[in-house]
């Protein structure tokens, strides 16, 4: 939320140049060796500054170096958080405990759209304010569940008691909304990256779905499938800040947590007891796939062979990569743990 090496439009207009005149976006984006460059042709703010370097990075505050000179952890930013959470608990009865916890929230701060990749900013910070907005790791449902249940003593049976009792199961069960996907960079050209050394997200087009294909609907084929809609958003004007946020409605794919264990007790004597169990982690064995290209509304989608809509995709907007995926197969451990 700090730049301090930034072109402000204070200090552009102590030049006489404004982000909305073509003309000067042209000058900005100019080199300083070349006539386009206009009055700022050969005018370097210090010598030995190469005549290579655009006008944009000379008029820069301190334009020796090409970072934004951020500070370390700066305490700028907000963050809203509302929510409802219910909690039922049982306590060990029956051999059975669980505990379930439901969250719907809703969460809000001004750092997510200021720098929503490492060291790039994203919105204006002459305007934090308008940095307020859905918080990249906004999950408004979430639903969790863990018990146990360990079975009893079973009847008057002895040998059918003893076959039966003292197993168990437990498990972790974790349900919740996908994370937001950031919109597109804008890169309309001169990007405000070249002449400003800030950036901004592209707007959204009304009407426009973000999707091709529902990333939670198991009805598509990743492999051939491009599933964002490139248009669904466009460049704001060049110089110009988009106007584009998080949105509830643009989120990756759920992934939930599935983990369960199945075990016995075996008691020996009183002090004298083994437990074995085999824990699973993705029980179900769910696929899930790596989060789509996103970055580039305008990147070129392509296939092995682009004549055959069936083809594998290989690259461009929506495209997903599945040389590897988002979470690993099932997993199972065997434990024994010998008490005395």
Same mark, same amino acid.
Not at 7 to 27: E, F, Q, V
Not at 128 to 144: D, M, T, V, Y
Not at 193 to 206: I, Y
């Given at each position: 939320?700090?730049?301090?090496?930034?072109?402000?439009?204070?200090?552009?207009?102590?030049?006489?140049?404004?982000?909305?005149?073509?003309?000067?976006?042209?000058?900005?984006? =100019?080199?300083?060796?070349? /006539?386009?460059?206009?009055?700022? &042709?050969?005018?370097?703010?210090? *010598?030995?500054? !190469?005549?290579? +370097?655009?006008?944009?990075?000379?008029?820069?505050?301190?334009?020796?170096?090409?970072?934004?000179?951020?500070?370390?952890?700066?305490?700028?930013?907000?963050?809203?958080?509302?929510?409802?959470?219910?909690?039922?608990?049982?306590?060990?009865?029956?051999?059975?405990?669980?505990?379930?916890?439901?969250?719907?929230?809703?969460?809000?701060?001004?750092?997510?759209?200021?720098?929503?990749?490492?060291?790039?900013?994203?919105?204006?910070?002459?305007?934090?304010?308008?940095?307020?907005?859905?918080?990249?790791?906004?999950?408004?449902?979430?639903?969790?569940?863990?018990?146990?249940?360990?079975?009893?003593?079973?009847?008057?049976?002895?040998?059918?008691?003893? =076959?039966?009792?003292?197993? /168990?199961?437990?498990?972790?069960? &974790?349900?919740?909304?996908?994370? *937001?996907?950031? !919109?597109?960079? +804008?890169?309309?050209?001169?990007?405000?990256?070249?002449?400003?050394?800030?950036?901004?997200?592209?707007?959204?087009?009304?009407?426009?779905?973000?999707?091709?294909?529902?990333?939670?609907?198991?009805?598509?084929?990743?492999?051939?499938?491009?599933?964002?809609?490139?248009?669904?958003?466009?460049?704001?004007?060049?110089?110009?800040?988009?106007?584009?946020?998080?949105?509830?409605?643009?989120?990756?794919?759920?992934?939930?947590?599935?983990?369960?264990?199945?075990?016995?007790?075996?008691?020996?004597?009183?002090?004298?007891?083994?437990?074995?169990?085999?824990?699973?982690?993705?029980?179900?064995?769910?696929?899930?796939?790596?989060?789509?290209?996103?970055?580039?509304?305008?990147?070129?989608?392509?296939?092995?062979?682009?004549?055959?809509?069936?083809?594998?995709?290989?690259?461009?907007?929506?495209?997903?990569?599945?040389?590897?995926?988002?979470?690993?197969?099932?997993?199972?451990?065997?434990?024994?743990?010998?008490?005395?």
């Amino acid at each position: 939320m700090v730049n301090y090496n930034y072109l402000s439009n204070d200090l552009l207009n102590s030049y006489g140049l404004s982000l909305k005149n073509p003309a000067d976006l042209t000058i900005l984006n =100019a080199t300083l060796g070349s /006539t386009a460059a206009g009055r700022f &042709q050969n005018k370097v703010p210090f *010598p030995g500054f !190469p005549l290579t +370097a655009t006008v944009a990075q000379s008029l820069r505050p301190f334009p020796q170096f090409s970072s934004g000179l951020a500070p370390l952890w700066a305490p700028l930013g907000n963050t809203w958080y509302d929510s409802l959470q219910i909690k039922a608990t049982k306590r060990y009865s029956h051999g059975l405990d669980f505990t379930y916890a439901f969250t719907w929230s809703k969460e809000l701060d001004t750092l997510s759209k200021m720098v929503t990749m490492p060291t790039v900013v994203i919105q204006d910070v002459q305007d934090r304010p308008s940095a307020k907005s859905l918080s990249a790791n906004s999950r408004p449902f979430i639903s969790g569940l863990g018990m146990n249940y360990t079975v009893p003593k079973w009847g008057t049976n002895k040998a059918l008691s003893l =076959a039966l009792r003292d197993w /168990t199961i437990g498990a972790f069960l &974790q349900y919740t909304s996908g994370l *937001p996907i950031a !919109p597109p960079v +804008a890169n309309a050209n001169p990007t405000l990256t070249a002449v400003t050394f800030q950036s901004s997200f592209q707007n959204r087009v009304p009407g426009e779905l973000l999707f091709t294909k529902d990333l939670n609907c198991h009805c598509f084929d990743p492999n051939t499938t491009f599933v964002l809609n490139p248009k669904a958003w466009n460049n704001p004007a060049p110089g110009q800040f988009g106007t584009a946020t998080f949105y509830n409605d643009y989120r990756q794919q759920r992934r939930p947590i599935e983990n369960v264990a199945v075990g016995r007790l075996f008691r020996f004597r009183e002090k004298l007891t083994l437990n074995m169990r085999i824990e699973f982690t993705n029980v179900f064995n769910r696929t899930f796939f790596n989060n789509p290209s996103s970055t580039n509304s305008q990147m070129v989608q392509s296939r092995v062979n682009n004549n055959d809509p069936n083809s594998q995709t290989t690259a461009g907007f929506g495209f997903i990569n599945n040389t590897t995926v988002a979470s690993p197969p099932r997993q199972g451990q065997i434990v024994a743990r010998f008490q005395f």
